[in-house]
Nanobody, 124 residues
Framework: QVQLVESGGGLVQAGGSLRLACAAS????????MGWFRQTPGREREFVAA????????SYADSVKGRFTISRDNAKNTVYLQMNSLKPDDTAVYHC?????????????????WGQGTQVTVSS
C-alpha cells in the first residue's frame, strides 16, 4: 500500500508561483514513478508532470513545459511541483499519483495510488 498526501495549494494571482508537495509513504517499489495530475469540474483528470525516484527521469505536459518543475527529495519521501508564471487556466485540483515500474507515464489509468488533491486557484 502507498499513501499520498498533498499540500501547498492556495489562491494566487496570475503570474505568481506556488509549490505543491506530495508526501509519500508505503512500498517504495509500488511508488517508483510519481506523477501530478489536475482536474477541473466536468473535465477528465489530465497529466501535468511525472518523475522517477531512482533515475530522475521527468516528463511534462506541453501546457506546463518551461513553467512547472517536478522534483523529489528522497530523504523526505516527498515530491514537489514548482509552478511559476501561473495562468487562470491552471486553476484545478491537483492530485499526486504513484505507480510501480521504471518508466514515467502520462496515462491516468496506469497509476495505482492517488492522493486526495489540493486546490489551486489562479485569479486574473
Amino acid at each position: 500500500q502507498v499513501q499520498l498526501v498533498e499540500s501547498g495549494g492556495g489562491l494566487v494571482q496570475a503570474g505568481g508561483s506556488l509549490r505543491l508537495a506530495c508526501a509519500a509513504s508505503g512500498s517504495t517499489f509500488s511508488r517508483n514513478v510519481m506523477g501530478w495530475f489536475r482536474q477541473t469540474p466536468g473535465r477528465e483528470r489530465e497529466f501535468v508532470a511525472a518523475c522517477t525516484w531512482s533515475g530522475g527521469t521527468t516528463s511534462y505536459a506541453d501546457s506546463v513545459k518551461g513553467r512547472f518543475t517536478i522534483s523529489r527529495d528522497n530523504a523526505k519521501n516527498t515530491v514537489y511541483l514548482q509552478m511559476n508564471s501561473l495562468k487562470p487556466d491552471d486553476t484545478a485540483v491537483y492530485h499526486c499519483a504513484a505507480r510501480a515500474g521504471v518508466y514515467v507515464s502520462t496515462t491516468r489509468g496506469s497509476y495505482d495510488y492517488w492522493g486526495q488533491g489540493t486546490q489551486v486557484t489562479v485569479s486574473s
